[in-house]
């Protein structure tokens, strides 16, 4: 069984700044792949940024140059830096990873950018 568990969210003011945690547990082992989704007030969920085993990233036009997606293998944890936030940024953000052929998803978690 594999675990994840987001924090970090909040409310915050358009232009600032908050970092979301996401901590896998369980029996996963190994390096694997890790990505943020997020789900907007009556949007469909969408994939914001993605971190693979060789460290490679992949982010939605949306929030490139303004989110960073990191990991801790040491903690198997993986952070997403989200910098000058928008009101449109509103969303539970869940994170995923990919692990012997499944995927597992965290619980999320609410992010608010007030304008």
């Known amino acids: 069984q594999v675990q994840l568990v987001e924090s970090g969210g909040g409310l915050v003011q358009a232009g600032g700044s908050l970092r979301l945690s996401c901590a896998a547990s369980g029996t996963i082992t190994g390096i694997n792949p890790m990505d943020w989704h997020r789900q907007g007030p009556g949007k469909q969920r969408e994939l914001v940024a993605g971190?693979?085993?060789?460290?490679?990233?992949k982010y939605a036009d949306s929030v490139k140059g303004r989110f960073t997606i990191s990991r801790d293998i040491a903690k198997n944890t993986v952070y997403l830096q989200m910098n000058s936030l928008k009101p449109e940024d509103t969303a539970v953000y869940y994170c995923?990873?990919?692990?012997?052929?499944?995927?597992?998803w965290g619980q999320g978690t609410q992010v608010t950018v007030s304008s």
């Open positions: 971190i693979i085993g060789g460290g490679a990233t």
């Open positions: 995923r990873t990919y692990y012997r052929g499944r995927y597992y």
